[in-house]
């Protein structure tokens, strides 16, 4: 029916200028439970909203992206980067002519599975479930949407599109790839996403890269001459002081930025062009049989923005003052973890409910997931806060 709508309104994406190898509801793998189609809204558009109305969506509010819960509210967390990563998805689809809602749903799912303090809590978490399958936060978008989002009547789980899941499942070890039925198909025999999915992880690393050297410098972790001596940095940063030799030190930085940005922008998208061109594919299908990724940066880019990186791990995210926040936040998940296992009715009711029949049917690797999944759900300061209530009514 809205494919009708659409097609009555002169609209549909195929007309609406979209390439032939863009995703769009004709050419769609469709849902895991089949759903009338909505009347205004296209398959994508519904997954993005099905999206940013889900529980573990909003949470990211308070997660880390790499500041631990920052007093100063003007620092990145998983919830602007993912809204930064909406927002240059979309402009890097509708540059090369494919399905923009399609991208925006992946890039607002792609941090669902995080846990709270960032990759610090990941390895903690991941380390407490070593004996019980281990813990991987990509794995865990997926889990998120497909099975722990459940508050719809008809299915578990969020039911987004094919090509969201897809997009929102990176990495996959084989073993679990075999459990997924199509989904995993792709990490078993080779092959790729679809474009606006491979667009999605380009978009994901300029967003972290930009606001990383910001946030760092505003922080003061990194120095400014140190940055500077970074050819992709030095770059933007030069012209924008050629442009304007009067800015303060705060609007020269931002246009830096954002000049660092839109080249990155520009570069991909004219190298992504030019692979395009080479494969000519006519369908996502063709996109997905391609073995090697279209999508990428130039080798001249590359070799510049690896240094960006390796400056950032450096400097930025091994910086000592992380490394005490980092240090708490692996005692706190840790502690709880094992006291949730040890005593699962200090979990909430519903889990301790859920906790307790997973144990009698897989034993304690099922107690275990359940413990994972509510951890994992939890936002940096909610997770502060379970800590104190348990240790300290424990103390006293
Ligand atoms: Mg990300």
Partial sequence: MAVDLLEARGGGPDRAGFAPYAASEF???GRQHSEPPDKF???YQRDCDRIIHAAAFRSLEYKTQVMVNHADGSFRTRLTHSIEVAKLSRTLSRALRLNEDLSESIALAH???HTPFGHAGQDALDDCMKEYGGFEHNLQSLRVIDKLEHKYANFRGLNLSFETREGVLKRCPKEIAKTLGPLGERFLKGGSPTLEAQL???ADQIAYTNHDLDDGLRLGFLDLEEVRNLALFSRAYDEAEKASPKLSRHALLHEANRRMITAMMEDLILATE???EQVQPDSPQAVR?????LAGFSAELRAE?????????EKYYHHHQLAQATGQAVRVIRELFRVFMDRPQLLPTELHQRAHE???VRSEAGQARVIADYIASLSDRHILAEHRKIFDVARN
């Avoid at 049989?289 to 990724?293: D, G, L, V």
């Avoid at 923005?305 to 791990?313: A, D, E, I």
């Fill in 111 to 113: 941090d669902l599975g």
């Fill in 27 to 29: 050419n769609s793998l």
């Fill in 200 to 202: 999605v992880d380009f």
């Fill in 305 to 313: 923005l690896s240094s960006v990186t390796r400056l950032l791990q």
């Fill in 41 to 43: 809204r296209t398959l």
């Fill in 289 to 293: 049989a391609c073995t090697e990724r």
């Fill in 274 to 276: 030019k692979r395009i």
């Fill in 358 to 360: 997973k144990k009698a």
